[in-house]
């Protein structure tokens, strides 16, 4: 059964949300500067063969290894990473709650996620030619 752990910081990643309008799911992507809270969970290896189906790996997600720090410590972790080809657009409401109630469950800056959504309503906006 998965455990977490520990909140943690991921530098140079951005959050952000891709896949269809009203159903995008989140997915991080390197960017200098950036920062994503996240928590580090503690999961065995039946764990980890239901979340590769729980997130399409490896044809939705892949998996790589990137680097966290919490506290004065730094460690590479496991993360499930969108594969490329996915669009920028806006997350479900039911999706969103699930991620809002982890934020604040855990604690964690909503900056990234206030961001992310930014990044993701400004690219789901309609056309508008110029004037």
Known sequence: MAIP???A????????????NGS????????AGGSVPCVLWLITPE???ALDCYEGFPHHYRK????VQFGSRKMNVMAYIMNAGHSLAMPGKDYLYTILHGYKTFRLDFSALYEALDIAANASAPYKPPE
Not at 24 to 29: C, G, K, L, R
Not at 64 to 67: A, Q, R
């Open 5 to 7: 752990v520990v909140g």
């Open 9 to 20: 910081v991921l530098k140079d990643y951005e959050l952000l949300f891709r896949g269809g």
């Open 24 to 31: 995008a799911v989140a997915t991080i992507e390197p960017k």
């Open 47 to 49: 764990d980890e063969e």
């Open 64 to 67: 790589e290894m990137v680097p």
